[in-house]
């Protein structure tokens, strides 16, 4: 017991309390008769560390752990989940901080209100706002969703956020990681559990259509999270991105010309061809209309000037992925481009279209 305790970095007495109370309990001894852990003992204890240091209580960990519905590839991949929702709130507040510093170089006052919605409490409420005020249904990208659902009656959400997209005329199960989204889900939305894609908590077929949108670039494990709704439904409808097609960042001309980091972001993104073989699919394209309601990153390709708006950037993961030093870059360099008229020269073009295809796709199966 000394010994593991001090390859854990826990104290013998956290290790006997452990013990007492059933959490993570030697399953063998010595030949002196010493408590002995067997590696079935140190996965499990290694569990059980991760989750204390993510903050959960020992009755939320003991759930966590015993749950005889996940094998150890299961709960491991939950709880990768659940340190990728923790790194994307790191990055959150990283950015906030650099907002501040940001404003602060200026020689500009920050209010103790401004303070304590960047790095306080209420800093994830705010992004929750930005998130409700932006990211809403887009009925003409809804009906191609919905369309594709058929006569489905049971339908699985698969990181369903806020619940945008979700059809109201059939029996929807919500799963989403992130108790910040979870918290965000309006009043009579659907029940919502809190898992992750790549190990979904149903059985084989147990739900008539899986879907999921604009949600797999957000995945640990984006070829197993399709696997999974694979396996939990019989058919499988998914919102996502194209980047098989050779060029494909210079689709669209915030990427091309303002932001190649973009790239970056999705260098290990599956390909449509391989997420469509995972689930069995085709694909076919999803033109975003130029007054798209819902406020994804492509969404304001006919109005550039909304880029600059941070509130409309924060509802983006992708700004938060290229980092404070690119978004500034990008917003000043478009700021400074729409002010002299040269991107109105770049893409006057663009002007004369209801609708633009931008790489969304979505993949039905």
């Known amino acids: 017991m000394g010994r593991v305790a001090g390859l854990a970095g826990v104290s013998v007495r956290t290790l006997h309390h452990y013990d007492e109370i ?13 408590r002995a852990y067997s590696a079935g003992d140190l996965e499990r204890l290694r ?25 150890a590839v299961a709960r491991l991949r939950r709880l990768r989940g659940l340190l990728l929702d923790r790194r994307d709130r790191a990055d959150a507040m990283v950015a906030a901080i650099d907002r501040e510093l940001g404003v602060r170089a200026k020689g500009l006052k920050v209010t103790p209100e401004e303070q304590l919605e960047m790095l306080g409490a209420r800093l994830y409420d705010a992004i929750g706002r930005s998130y409700s005020a932006t990211r809403r ?57 809190a898992a992750a894609a790549e190990s979904l908590p149903f059985e084989d077929r147990s739900f008539d259509v899986a879907m999921a949108v604009s949600t797999v670039h957000h995945w640990g494990d984006p070829m197993a999270g399709l696997r999974e709704m694979r396996r939990v439904a019989r058919r499988v409808v998914v919102l996502t991105f194209d980047t098989d097609e050779p060029g494909w960042q210079d689709r669209f001309w915030l990427t091309r010309d303002y932001l190649p980091e973009f790239a970056g972001v999705l260098a290990d993104f599956p390909s449509l061809a391989a997420m469509a073989d995972a689930i069995g699919g085709r ?42 030093e690119a978004e500034r870059r990008a917003v000043g360099s478009l700021g400074d481009d729409l002010d002299s008229g040269r991107w109105a020269e770049r893409n006057g ?4 279209l209801d609708a633009a ?9």
Do not use: H
């Open 22 to 34: 059933g959490l993570v309990r030697p399953s063998a001894r010595t030949l002196a008769g010493y």
């Open 47 to 71: 569990e059980v560390l991760a989750y204390r240091r993510l903050g959960f209580g020992l009755k939320e960990v003991a759930e966590l752990v015993g749950d005889p519905s996940t094998d």
């Open 137 to 193: 249904t887009e009925p003409r990208i809804a009906a191609q969703i919905w369309d594709a659902l058929g006569d489905a009656r049971t339908v699985l959400n698969v990181g369903a956020g806020t619940g945008s997209y979700e059809p109201t005329d059939r029996e929807v199960t919500a799963v989403e990681p992130s108790a910040v989204m979870r918290g965000q889900r309006p009043a009579g939305s659907a029940p919502c559990v």
């Open 283 to 324: 694909a076919e394209p999803v033109p975003v209309p130029w007054d798209c309601a819902d406020g994804l990153f492509e969404a304001y390709w006919r109005r550039p000037g909304a880029y600059l708006e941070d509130q409309v950037r924060r509802a983006m993961s992708v700004w938060t992925r290229v980092g404070p």
């Open 349 to 352: 073009e663009l002007a004369g």
């Open 357 to 365: 295809d931008l790489g969304l796709r979505l993949l039905t199966a």
